[in-house]
């Protein structure tokens, strides 16, 4: 990723974070939001714009909800690297914010620094009241004061790629009183000039590092006691050096202070390892990723973009980072949520009696939730209370259900995980239907997957390509992918349900799906200089384009490097092969 020496200097207004006003928690939206504007940055012109996803699932830690700054990296944006429209194919963060009920915000950086939209790590100006630090830092104190996000304060955490992640660490040394976390991705450190990613200058050590940052924080360096960082790269960036890893990391330890003592090193899922470091109490502090294979992008784990500086064929770093962090958190509570030790459900007539019980270290159960799919379904939070309950749902109409039970702490704001109450009867057993929501996922040149709802009473399924059955045995799952298949044909498809004593339903409605081409993908790491000599990229500007997907990827030169996948003839995308 390109980085232009540009910088701008000019004064932006002082601020401090506001503590939260106390509010019930509210659920949001669970989309991302449209464009928004936020603070204007007088330093390198314009305003702050972006967008924020607020979830509708519960917070996990203290009741209250984490809130997640995410940088991009030069030559990206917000809207189509980071959230990538409302399918949050970018960098990945939806999934990750639904389960641990955080806020996540992702601003575009403001005016055009070095020449490709980078954020101003290098600057020497550190203020918190200076450029990109000052209008991040409002950022953050809109939505902390905002009683309706009920943002926790002690669970604010930043993380970025390339300029972004040399901006993470910025904001984590500049205001480590407000970050409790970071995650570096790939990034320089932010002592040297934006001349000098591609390798560490003579001269930079973790301890000049350390030491300047420490002075960034000024009056606030206490607050490094209780800060964690997590720092990962990948073995193939040829755009930012990748010792900047590692340097970082013990940068951010000798600013953390005491003694550590170095873990065993673990396996990361796709390729790579984990080395993470406690300090003398036994907490874990520091994490260093670095992933087998990988190029100077943002690991976005399965369900990512896989183009322009995002791969989405390694580790899931979003899912990583907030386990990290919610594990290692040193500033909030760690409460246990609540255990459902066990839920059933009895039928006697008409009527529905679900039962349950569960534990919490914390104090006592607040509340049931019982939910229960079918003809007359429920769907009650105020089942019960205490350790256990019994409740009578009456008038159920005929026909199968399913449901599920959770318990929650109405002081700590914590929900159990989720007991599942099997499939059960009412009345007489309704006619087999065939299942609904036949769909098609994944296809090669010789496979097709499918997928489908389970339908109520069924006890199998058998699929149909073209008219003819194609398994053997009953199905007994809700997916089937079927093989064998010729390259760039379109097959038909349709689903039965099975019953008890042979019955089979009717097909369902079908669906037509097609083989890809056959075509292999391959991937090439080279310069860009070399990338355009041998025809998978053209000259444009003095910046090599992608030829085919025209993806900027950075200079043309031969000092600037980039992998590119061929994905159909003639056809080059930033990255490796999804």
Known sequence: MAFLLKQVAAAAACMALAAPASAQLQAGPGTWSANQTWATDTTNGGALTG??????????????????LVLHGCAQTAANDVIQGTGDAGYN??????????????????????????????????????GHNAVLLDLINRFVSNPQYAIDPKQVYVTGLSSGGAKTMVMGCVAPDIFAGIGINAGPSPTVSSSQISSVPAGTTSTSVANSCTAWAGTNASQFQTQVASVIWGTNDYVVGQAYGPLNAAAMRQVYGGTYTKGSTTSVPTGGSNVPYKDANGKLRTSEIVVTGMAHAWPAGTGGQNSNYVDATKVNYPAFVMDFWFKNNLRAAQAAPPAMNSCSA???????????????????????????????????????????FSKAYASRADGY????????????????????????????????????????????????????????????????????KV???????????????????????????????????????????????????????????????????????????????????????????????????GYYVIGNCP
């Open 93 to 130: 963060w939806k999934a990750a914010a639904d389960q641990y009920g955080a806020v996540i915000l992702a601003p575009n950086a403001t005016g055009n620094l070095y020449g490709a939209h980078c954020w101003d790590w290098a600057a020497t100006n550190r203020s918190r009241s200076y």
């Open 346 to 388: 009895s039928v006697s007539g008409s009527t529905v009696t679900v039962t349950g019980a569960a534990s919490d270290a914390a104090g006592a159960i607040g509340s049931y939730h019982v939910v229960l799919n079918g003809p007359t379904p429920v769907n009650d939070s105020a089942a019960g209370s205490g350790a256990s």
């Open 401 to 468: 259900y399913s449901g599920s039970v959770t318990a929650s702490n109405n002081t700590t704001g914590l929900t159990s995980g989720t007991c599942a109450i099997s499939q059960f009867l009412v009345g007489s057993a309704p006619a087999l239907q065939p299942p609904a929501g036949l769909t098609i996922g994944a296809r090669t040149a010789s496979s097709i997957a499918l997928s489908w709802n389970a339908s109520s009473g069924a006890i199998g399924y058998n699929v149909y390509r073209n008219g003819a």
């Open 51 to 68: 967008y924020y996803y607020w979830p509708s699932s519960a917070p996990t830690l203290a009741g209250k909800r984490a809130l997640v």
């Open 471 to 569: 398994n053997g045995a009953a199905l007994t799952v809700t997916g089937y992918t079927d093989g064998g298949l010729v390259a760039s044909t379109s097959y038909t498809y349709q689903v039965s349900a099975l019953g008890n004593g042979g019955v089979e339903s009717a097909k369902s409605a079908s669906v037509a799906g097609s083989t890809t081409s056959g075509f292999v993908c391959t991937t090439t790491t080279a310069s860009n200089y070399a990338h355009v000599t041998a025809g998978r990229a053209h000259n444009s500007g003095g910046y090599a384009l992608a030829n085919g997907s025209n993806q900027n990827m950075g200079l043309y030169n031969t000092y600037y490097s980039s992998t590119l996948a061929q994905t159909s003839s």
